[in-house]
């Protein structure tokens, strides 16, 4: 059985500078991405392309929803094979190539999550990654592959040896 899911949301351009856009520099890329529940997202392009590095651009959204949706889907596939996950980090980068028309895409992005268990059998934990390929619905939306280099943590987190050094 199919079933059919919506995603509705708000979007409001807030850059009229006054003259609109008149030319490229008149004005911002600024924007509200907002839905009644989850509250709002300050956006803009990305500083490349005029835009406000204090605000969220759409290839950072990209690369966080890829990042979210392998999350989400690691931790549901450990909790059914028995993993006890205490802690997952990751630091995801994308890489994006622009045409000298100005147009782009992504070659590729490549998640890099850092997984701490506390039980569970370790071995499992690379298969469980190659499997969320199977279900991230982000993932399986786009046009390249998304790539992992994971690291493991068996029981407590790694500590930092400088801040054993110096105590």
Request: proline fraction near 4%; charged fraction near 20%; include cysteine.
């Amino acid at each position: 059985m199919t079933r059919e899911h919506h995603y509705e949301l708000a979007l409001n351009w807030t850059g009229d500078l006054g003259r609109g856009t008149a030319d490229a520099r008149a004005y911002s890329r600024d924007h509200v991405i907002a839905h009644p529940r989850a509250g709002t997202i300050d956006g803009s392009s990305d500083p490349s392309f005029r835009g406000d590095p204090a605000r969220w651009n759409p290839e950072q959204l990209f690369v966080a929803a890829l990042s979210q949706c392998h999350m989400l889907w690691f931790l549901h596939l450990a909790t059914t094979a028995g993993l006890v996950v205490t802690g997952y980090e990751d630091a995801p980068l994308g890489t994006m190539l622009e045409s000298s028309d100005g147009s782009g895409r992504f070659s590729e992005v490549v998640l890099r999550p850092t997984v701490t268990i506390s039980a569970g059998d370790p071995a499992v934990v690379d298969e469980l990654h190659e499997r969320v390929a199977e279900y991230c619905f982000i993932a399986r939306s786009v046009n390249f592959a998304v790539r992992h280099e994971a690291a493991l943590v068996v029981g407590e987190r790694a500590v930092d040896e400088h801040a054993v050094a110096g105590s």
